[in-house]
């Protein structure tokens, strides 16, 4: 220890003082996730439980483990029918932003075309405008102008394109080099055959970012689906689940227990399709899309 | 070499012996049918109700059934005139200038430390991001179900803070629910900003820290002299983003405090537009809020702009 001071200084005295300040950095950074996910675990837990009180004991049940949660929120919303409805607006979503974002975001980066540039422009703009303000229009537009409340195409059609998506897209094709295209000119293929065989298999990596944030938005939407589905038959699962939050909660036995279970159903399909696919949450893709 | 590649990639710019659909299009008018829907999409969902928004605000206007003809009069400024007078209106626009004192500091500073702590890991990185990230990409209406009756009367937060619990309760407080549901929002968002930051940690230069550090330099003196000014692009966004999600603000007074409650302290002004526009069928009065709205989040961007910009 004493050659070690004398020979290189403080060195190791600094290196050890460095290891603890990480130490701590991982400790304090690891209380602030638990304090994150628990909330998650909250829910986890009183959806299985027969009565979740919310006293302290109650976070690490014993017994008392139960489903009738789910059969009641079953009973009372119809699970399966909102899941399909979510299902069917995030998919709709999904198709017409994968289709209509691909061939924009290519057009926007790889062809030369009038307008482009204003296309462009108009789309940062758009970043800007609050659906908020859309909302009393838009709903005098389709609901009454074109009949489409509690329709599957009145819910998607404000949503129908993800502009971040197109964002993302144009950002991938552009860091494509140039030099393939061009062989592929010469070899003869059209614009299509490009796209189609060349440009989106070398874009996987953003269809995957894009997948996953196009598909959180409409599952996760309430405003809109809310304003346009009156009929329950047709409401996706977060109408459905806040309409009881709202309503009907006060009128059975377990409430919380119900909600807890409900609030499950809707978050773990988001969740589990996260974890699986977080690689793709990465922030220099994303943050292409924001910044543009 | 240059020859095929020449013939192959378009030019740049029509020249006039091109056709003239060309010269009209460019010279690869298929971007235009590419694009087509997606401009058709922008104009139909976005300009055209923007534009219909407006127009709205200046009239006096009534939702008719389909086929029913009604009048609707050039009425000027009136509907302005009628929600700037309106105190609910006002309260809450005051109520979303709370949210936003509490919300818009401490995401930025919160974000912006937990992207840099994060940062200068090297493991277990991924189930970090895991954590802050999963807030931010589940339903409002799911974590709105579990905060409820975390902060309810006898919820798990009271049980804790035992004696020292708010009476009332803190959704059922006035002054206490609309920072109940800014300190809602700041937890569900922080994770997209961690991310923003984490993107942009990546391009400040990893020998600055080290020439600092040599200079013997300590982190908190590192982190504001290097990082806060190396990250200060994405700190507007991060601003402007956070202005603009706190001011659409409608799902969580709409259900965490029951409609904006208790008695409208913390109903926020979409919250009103839903409730003038469709419930009370005042599409006029609720367009003209939204215009307002509109127009003091660009005042506030514009203010965050002249702030984070280098002297």
């Known amino acids: 220890m004493s050659v070690d001071r004398s020979t290189a200084g403080n060195a190791p005295d600094h290196a050890h003082r460095k290891r603890a300040s990480r130490g701590a950095v991982y400790a304090v950074l690891a209380v602030i996730a638990l304090v994150f996910i628990f909330p998650f675990y909250f829910m986890a837990i009183g959806a299985f439980q027969e009565d979740p009180t919310t006293s302290l004991s109650a976070l690490a049940p014993r017994g008392g483990w139960t489903l009738e949660n789910f059969t009641t929120i079953n009973e009372r919303l119809g699970l399966l029918r909102a899941l399909v409805n979510s299902l069917v607006f995030t998919a709709g979503v999904l198709a017409g932003t994968l289709v209509f974002g691909l061939s924009a ?48 195409a009145g819910m998607i059609l404000p949503s129908l394109i993800n502009t971040t998506a197109v964002f993302i897209f144009r950002q991938f094709f552009r860091s494509l080099p140039e030099s393939i295209f061009e062989a ?52 996706p699962l977060a109408v459905a689940l806040a309409n009881y939050i709202n309503n009907v909660a006060g009128t059975v036995a377990n409430p919380n ?36 | 070499m240059t020859t095929p590649s020449a013939l192959a990639a378009p030019r740049a710019r029509t020249s006039a012996r091109d056709p003239w659909w060309r010269r009209l299009l460019g010279t690869q008018p298929l971007g235009l049918g590419m694009s087509l829907p997606y401009i058709v999409f922008l104009a ?49 626009f005051a109520n ?37 990230y999963v807030p931010y990409v589940t339903a409002s209406v799911s974590l709105i179900g579990v905060w409820m009756l975390m902060f309810s009367q006898d919820g798990l937060v009271n049980s804790i803070l035992g004696p020292l619990a708010p009476d009332p309760s803190w959704l059922v407080n006035s002054h206490l629910a609309m920072p109940s549901i800014a300190l809602f929002v700041t937890w569900k968002q922080l994770g997209f900003y961690v991310l923003l930051y984490l993107a942009a940690l990546q391009n400040v ?7 600092a550090q040599v200079d013997g330099a300590g982190a908190a003196k590192r982190f504001l002299h290097i990082t806060v000014p190396g990250v200060r692009s994405t700190t507007l966004l991060v601003l402007i983003l956070a202005i603009i ?47 307002i709205l509109v127009i003091l989040v660009g005042l506030l961007s514009l203010i965050s702009t002249r702030l984070t910009k280098e002297d």
Not at chain 1, 209 to 231: H, M
Not at chain 1, 267 to 274: D, G, S, W
Not at chain 2, 205 to 211: R, T, V
Not at chain 2, 261 to 278: E, F, M
């Open chain 1, 257 to 292: 227990g119900a909600i807890l279970a409900g609030a499950c159903t809707l978050a773990f399909p988001v969740v589990i399709l996260f974890c699986l696919f977080q690689r793709y949450f990465t922030a220099s893709d994303i943050g292409a899309g924001i910044k543009g």
């Open chain 1, 105 to 152: 975001g290519y057009a926007l980066a790889r062809l030369r075309w009038r307008g482009r540039g204003a296309l462009f422009v108009i789309m940062l703009g758009v970043q800007m405008v609050p659906f908020q303000l859309l909302m009393i229009p838009l709903y005098v537009q389709i609901a009454g102008n074109y009949g489409l409340g509690d329709t599957y």
């Open chain 1, 184 to 235: 592929a000119r010469i070899d003869g293929a059209s614009e299509l055959r490009v796209l189609w065989s060349i440009a989106i298999p070398m874009v996987r990596p953003a269809i995957a970012t894009v997948v996953l944030i196009t598909f959180i938005g409409p599952w996760n939407e309430f405003l809109w689906p809310f304003l346009i589905t009156k009929e329950s038959s047709m409401q």
């Open chain 2, 205 to 211: 230069p990893k020998e600055l820290y080290e020439s």
């Open chain 2, 96 to 132: 979303i200038a709370v949210f936003l004192i509490i919300n818009v500091p401490l995401t930025v500073i919160l974000s912006m430390v937990l992207a840099s702590a994060l940062n200068s890991l090297t493991r277990w990185t991924a189930a970090f991001r895991v954590a802050f």
């Open chain 2, 44 to 92: 139909v969902v976005m300009a055209y109700p923007l534009g219909y928004a407006v127009y709205i605000s200046f009239f006096d206007y009534v939702f008719t059934a389909p086929g029913v003809h009604a009048d609707h009069p050039f009425v000027g400024l009136a509907n302005y005139r009628a929600v700037l007078s309106d105190p609910r209106v006002l309260g809450s």
């Open chain 2, 245 to 291: 999600t706190g001011s659409n603000l409608f799902t969580e007074p709409y259900l965490l405090t029951n409609g904006g409650g208790p008695d409208g302290a913390s109903a926020s002004p979409v919250l009103l537009i839903y409730q003038k526009g469709i419930q009370q069928g005042n599409p006029d009065l609720a367009s003209a809020i939204g215009v």
